[in-house]
């Protein structure tokens, strides 16, 4: 059974600092692997999608990469801004499954 | 084009009471998801929907839960009876296809507690 974690479930940077989201999987037969931001209250939105063939896709400030063999995923999130303040969700789809996702990691950046 | 609507935004209910939320997908989208998010946790899958047509309803409590998607567009998550453990968002995503290069777009969520 596929089990998603991040790491670290909260983070708390100062403004313009880069930083890392990790995001593990066990089982490396996966088709993609998906970002996705919420924002309190709010429904999910995708921010980056990585086909299992990929290495790694990259929307202005932010970079995903996927090491598919060895069943890993980073979120690199360039010069932080408080608006980036939000809970990151990792999730991977299978053959004959809908979305896994991560518990989150809730990143909180201050001014 | 539009999102996904799903009411109500919110609701608090007593145990043992039920509930229903409805989701309304994007237009032309075959494939329907149901997800539970309990605070801190990543969503879970409760059951998905290809067209009116029960794809994985494998996670889906069906004791006390049930859902339908009559005539392939419209949704309808239903709970009865609920418990504490129940308070959760409830999340309705669809996508064109149930292929996994099909994109999902979720809707806001409907924020269920049970006291």
């Known amino acids: 059974k596929q089990e998603v974690t991040q790491i670290p479930a909260a983070l708390s940077v100062p403004e313009g600092e880069n930083l890392v989201l990790n995001c593990s999987f066990t089982?490396?037969?996966?088709?993609?692997l998906q970002w996705f931001r919420q924002d309190p209250g709010k429904g999910l939105t995708s921010l980056l999608l990585i086909q299992s063939s990929q290495r790694e896709q990259t929307s202005g400030r932010l970079n995903a990469s996927l090491d598919k063999s060895s069943g890993r995923s980073t979120l690199y999130i360039a010069a932080s801004q408080p608006g980036d303040s939000a809970t990151y969700l990792c999730a991977v789809t299978q053959a004959g499954t809908a979305l896994i996702f991560g518990k989150g990691t809730t990143l909180s950046v201050s001014s | 084009e539009a999102g996904v609507a799903q009411s109500p935004r919110y609701k608090i209910i007593e145990k043992r009471q039920s509930v229903a939320f409805w989701c309304n997908p994007i237009?032309?989208?075959?494939?329907l998801y149901w997800y539970q998010q309990i605070l801190g946790q990543g969503p879970k899958l409760l059951i998905q929907?290809?067209?009116?047509?029960?794809?994985?309803d494998s996670q889906l409590p069906k004791d006390r839960f049930s859902a339908e998607r009559l005539k392939g567009v419209d949704s309808t998550l239903k709970i009865q009876p609920a418990k504490l453990e129940d308070s959760a968002v409830y999340l309705c995503?669809?996508?064109?296809?149930?292929?996994?290069?099909?994109?999902?777009?979720f809707g806001s969520g409907t924020r269920l507690t049970v006291v």
């Open positions: 929907f290809q067209n009116n047509g029960v794809v994985d």
């Open positions: 237009s032309g989208h075959a494939t």
């Open positions: 995503a669809s996508s064109f296809g149930d292929a996994p290069n099909y994109g999902y777009t």
């Open positions: 089982d490396s037969a996966i088709y993609n």
